[in-house]
């Protein structure tokens, strides 16, 4: 079985944004599909998991773009495995045309955890590393996220945060709040005119704790830089996830 | 060119509701695909109304399901046009498995609309009638549903609106609130627990103004006998949409 895993979607035009082009929780949808595809063939995927109990879960996720496809395009996204350690992989993406015209390129780090207690467990290291590629995935590995919901804004002013309660809708097979969710309800706190003239050149999110049914949450956003915002999303004065979002 | 068009899914287990079920948006998806590429290798898709400044705008949409495909289940949709007006065309669409057991069936009424105007526009009959099928779809067709934002509640109490505003993620690629998105803000109208217990038995809406960015709506729920509700998406006092739920 080959290291590299390749699938290809299609931008469709029923589920772009208003500007007719993908949107980050739909190429995160495509990324989690390859991953899934690419682990699954090679037997370590959602069932095989399920089988012992465990399950996948997304830790970190940073996505850069150079270029969105539009409605109708072809997406062909490759992934590989490029670190295993005992407690969390890593896996790589690259998003290209059928002419292998680079949109971007993704990174993600996953942990496994026992389905009952919620808690992390170890990886079988050795079936993952007959895996590992060097190929090389030209962007910042998911780094340390400054807090949005601090009070020191750079400004002075602590913008106040957005409400939000979890919903039916929002969760996903675990009955947690769905990975993809958080990051369509964070981009929500940008306005549609921000999307008009700009892109985003980097989103980068991390996953702490799992959303739950009912939970209140306030989600934050706070301008770092020019360009440069760190967002988050809180219960109880605590994040479940922080995230970073980098216009072009 | 055949009459019917198939076409197959898979339930993916991220994309699934807390229960491992395919949820009614994802549904909704499916058929918007199915139709959507039924529609373009017959000459009438996408591409083909854009070229004439023209779009398909779902109008109505019933889905009435005997069982939900099940996370990593494969979903075999054929579709077919059972009628066709000088503004209207009727579509049917018939849900199965692999061996045909019947999940669903599902009825849509279509309108074309100038992309300039937003006016309905005469279709294109005789292209369109060449694809009529007569093949059985077994549900009743889209009707008058009741107004859940009238004050005259059976049990004289007037439930009090949830408030949402239209943002980035809810826009579909002509600006305008995402068909499907209409379908998962008034499914989070009820709670986990309703999902826990029960499944939708039939789904009815009727889209009947324009969802724009940044407008605030009342979203309402009403009960008119047992497991039978009306709901509405309010604007301004007026109801851009209706739908009615079926629980099992």
Redesign the interface.
């Known amino acids: 079985m080959e290291k590299i895993g390749t699938y290809t979607f299609v931008a ?7 500007r ?1 082009k993908a ?1 980050l ?1 739909m190429i995160g ?1 495509y990324l ?2 390859a991953a ?1 595809a690419h682990a699954a063939s090679r037997g370590f995927g ?2 095989d998991m399920s089988e012992q109990h465990t399950a996948w879960v997304l830790s970190r996720l940073a996505v850069e773009m150079q270029e969105y496809p539009a ?2 395009d072809k997406i062909v996204v490759n992934t590989w495995i490029d670190e295993v350690a005992r407690l969390f992989t890593s896996r790589c993406f690259e998003l290209c045309d059928e002419q292998g015209n680079v949109y971007g390129f993704a990174r993600s780090i996953w942990a496994a955890i026992d389905k009952a207690s919620r808690r992390p467990t170890v990886l079988d290291e050795a079936r993952l590393r007959a895996y590992l590629s060097d190929r090389p995935c030209p962007i910042d590995r998911p780094g340390k996220i400054l807090a949005a919901e601090s009070e020191s804004h750079t400004d002075g002013c602590l913008c106040s945060p957005v409400s939000y309660t979890v ?3 929002d ?5 947690h709040l ?1 990975s ?1 969710k958080y990051i ?1 309800h964070l ?2 706190l ?3 005119e921000k ?1 008009e003239n700009q892109d985003i050149q980097r989103l980068e999110i991390a996953y702490q704790a799992e959303g739950r ?2 939970m209140d949450l306030s989600l934050y956003k706070k301008e770092i830089s020019e360009d440069r915002f760190a967002l988050a999303i809180c219960h109880d004065g605590k994040s479940i996830s922080r995230a970073m979002v980098v216009w072009k």
Chains 1, 2 share one sequence.
Do not use: R
């Open positions: 469709e035009p029923y589920l772009t944004d208003f007719g949107t929780p949808n989690i599909h899934s959602f069932s409605a109708g919903k039916y809708s969760l996903d097979i675990n009955g769905n993809i369509e981009l929500d940008f306005g549609k999307f049914y009912g």
